[in-house]
């Protein structure tokens, strides 16, 4: 059974930085692209950021270029979001999220979350200006 466990979301001020994990388990975690999404208050979930299962190819959201940075581990079986240059707007729930298939690309989940197999609890983010 897939399970995914965010940890190190908090409440910081604008300009701040905070690093998001997700422990992975239940899966061959290497094989498998991973991303990251939030969801705002009265809005849809949207994406983050998505990495390959090699990580040699990453996607952001505009929003976030410059200011985010996914990572993995293969051998830890985690996935990472660093946070930097925090602004309100980034307030959110932060969720973890593992390819539908090993076979789908860290693309494919930047183009729309139906390409997500599985969703971790989240973890709240909430950035104070």
């Known amino acids: 059974q897939v399970h995914l466990r965010e940890s190190g979301g908090g409440l910081v001020q604008a300009g701040g930085s905070l690093n998001l994990s997700c422990a992975a388990s239940?899966?061959?975690?290497?094989?498998?692209?991973m991303g990251w999404f939030r969801q705002a208050p009265g809005k849809e979930r949207e994406f983050v950021a998505s990495?390959?299962?090699?990580?040699?190819?990453?996607y952001y959201a505009d929003s976030v270029k410059g200011r985010f940075t996914i990572s993995r581990d293969n051998n830890e079986d985690m996935v990472y979001l660093q946070m930097n240059s925090l602004k309100p707007e980034d307030t959110a729930i932060y969720y973890c999220?593992?390819?539908?298939?090993?076979?789908?690309?860290?693309?494919?989940?930047?183009?729309?979350?139906?390409?997500?197999?599985?969703w971790g609890q989240g973890t709240q983010v909430t950035v104070s200006s």
């Open positions: 999220a593992v390819a539908r298939s090993r076979d789908t690309r860290a693309e494919d989940i930047m183009r729309t979350r139906a390409n997500v197999g599985s």
């Open positions: 239940g899966f061959t975690f290497m094989h498998y692209a």
């Open positions: 990495i390959t299962w090699g990580s040699g190819s990453l």
